[in-house]
């Protein structure tokens, strides 16, 4: 999609910004020397498990996190953070350089900072995926429903590398992130680009609110939510977990008078909708369909759905 800019010099870029100013532009400050220009902390790409997973080297402008695999070059880092592509990367850290003369160091900083998605701001670029990956069909999506939902297999380079991704979009239906789902076992099995804030959005929410008047399904996870529109109910969101936050509460009371939870069959799922219940409940009329032990309704065939929904 991003197809301004025309001839990018990466090598270009990478010779003149470095890892350690991409990492203070994101406010990245814990990590402890461990070397000669080496540095090692928890993974500002994936968040997660590894107090000492993320290693960067500040003379060879590189990192590498042994817990999620990102690694790379100043670009790889940009793409990462952000779950774009190189060239986007590439994109923004030209353009936050301006003029090349001087010695690029504040510059590019100051651009980045702006540039950080707080408010899950849309994406000035598309993934291209491969909705045919078998994968995708293991979890029990056909390829119209892959297709509607825009998910597929991402083979190329950055966060998403490897990955089922998967496009969120906001309220008004613009994409502002991808989730990249692991395939084959690789921690995390979910990752978000950094700075996204699940908290604003309600998975499919733009396509629940296009569907008409009706009440709105709700579900834990992402391939919950495709098995439900599959099985003929396209009123249906997620919650990208198991806990609902003020912003998707209101525009849940926005747009709908009555919601249906359904929501794993665990005790997570069991505590989480009676939480649910309770704050919703002056607001919106509920029903709770609780679902057999350790039942998710992806897992469910289309008829036991609808049956359950009927
Ligand atoms: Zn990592």
């Known amino acids: 999609m991003s197809s301004a800019g025309g001839w990018i010099s990466f090598s270009e870029i990478k010779s003149r910004v470095t890892i350690e100013q991409v990492l203070r532009s994101y406010r990245v400050d814990w990590l402890r020397r461990s070397g000669d220009q080496q540095y090692r902390g928890r993974c500002p790409v994936h968040q997660g498990e590894g107090e000492e997973a993320f290693h960067a080297n500040f003379r060879r402008n590189i990192f590498h996190c042994f817990a999620c695999g990102a690694g790379g070059n100043v670009l790889d880092l940009l793409a990462a953070m952000e779950g774009c592509s190189i060239r986007e990367a590439a994109l923004r850290l030209r353009g936050g350089q301006v003029s090349g003369s001087a010695a690029a160091s504040r510059p ?52 998403m590398s490897g990955r089922i991704a998967i496009p969120i979009h906001d309220a008004r239906g613009r994409l502002v992130a991808y989730c990249g ?81 359904m929501l794993d069959g665990d005790q997570t799922g069991r505590r989480a909708s009676a939480q649910i219940a309770t704050d919703l409940g002056p607001a919106i009329a509920i029903t709770d369909l609780r679902l057999p032990a350790n039942l998710q309704p992806d897992q469910m065939q289309s008829d036991q759905i609808q049956q359950m929904l009927a």
């Not at 651009?111 to 029990?140: D, M, W």
């Not at 709105?216 to 919650?239: S, T």
Request: aromatic share 12%; hydrophobic share 40%.
């Open 108 to 159: 590019a900083e100051r651009q980045l900072v702006t540039k950080k998605r707080i408010l899950n701001s849309p994406l000035g670029f598309s993934l291209t995926l491969e909705g045919r990956h078998p994968y995708v069909a293991r979890r029990g999506i056909d390829l119209v429903t892959a297709d509607r939902f825009g998910v597929g297999y991402y083979s190329g380079a950055g966060l």
């Open 181 to 261: 789902r692991a395939i084959d076992g690789t921690a995390p099995r979910y990752r978000f680009p950094a700075g996204f804030q699940k908290s604003q959005i309600l998975f499919n929410y733009h396509r629940a609110v296009e569907a008409g008047v009706r009440p709105l399904i709700v579900v834990e996870g992402f391939f919950d939510c495709m098995r439900i529109h599959q099985a003929g109910f396209p009123c249906v969101v997620a919650l990208m977990g198991a806990r609902l936050s003020w912003e998707q509460r209101t525009l849940m009371t926005d747009r709908f008078s009555s919601i249906v939870l």
